[in-house]
């Protein structure tokens, strides 16, 4: 038997994966970056087959790690997160700096960053699992605390996408049943809001596999709005 709770015990950071050059370059939220070896020094990832950021972490041959804190704004996980680069220009509006390596790296809510060379690259059927060797890295601000993707869960009250390789879909939204009563929630991918004023079903009675009926994403990304 599989407990799919067991899983989320199972401790991960919050990072940006990006890769590109000066011309065009992308990036995608993740929380499945983790160091491999130490000598040398090797970081992998797991990208989304689908991910736009894919086809430039292929034709580089390279990609670029961003640690968030703990207090990252909610804008950097909708823009980068929940909604793809072929829709629009995910660095338009937010910090990025060239690496040594030429990577495109996201600065914003940024603590640490790393310029890694696409060493292996192993296909997982829905994912990619990319290990690359560190070529550079910096701290860029020693104060922050790393935020953790429990953390992301139990605090922030946020839940990851379908191409997260750690989505759950029966967990369903992070709304506490005692919490019950007429309110609003927003879907983290393309804003639509769900009243629960304006249907017959409150929105926690909605079944675990009901979609948001704008872009489909899954009930467990809404979030609760004033
Ligand atoms: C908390 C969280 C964790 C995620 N983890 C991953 C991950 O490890 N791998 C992945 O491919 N996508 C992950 N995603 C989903 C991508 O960030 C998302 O699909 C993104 O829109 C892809 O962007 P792109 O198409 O512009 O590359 C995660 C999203 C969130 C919010």
Redesign the pocket.
Known sequence: MINFEALYKLSYG?YVVSSGDHKSG???????VFQVTSNPPQIA????K?????GFIQQTKAFAVSVLHEHSSSDI?KR???????DFK?FEGIHVKYGVSGLPIVLDDAIACFECELVQSIDLGS?MMFIGQLIHSELLEEASEPMT?AY?RDVKK?A??K????YQAYIGPMVEPDTKGPKRYQCLACDYIYDDAEHDLLFVDLPYDWECPDCGSPKSIFVEIQ
């Open positions: 919050m992308n990036a995608y939220i993740s929380n499945t990832t797991c990208c989304h689908d991910n736009y950021t894919i996980f980068l997160g929940y909604k793809s680069g072929r995910k994912h993707y992301y946020a990851a996408p191409k997260a390789p750690t």
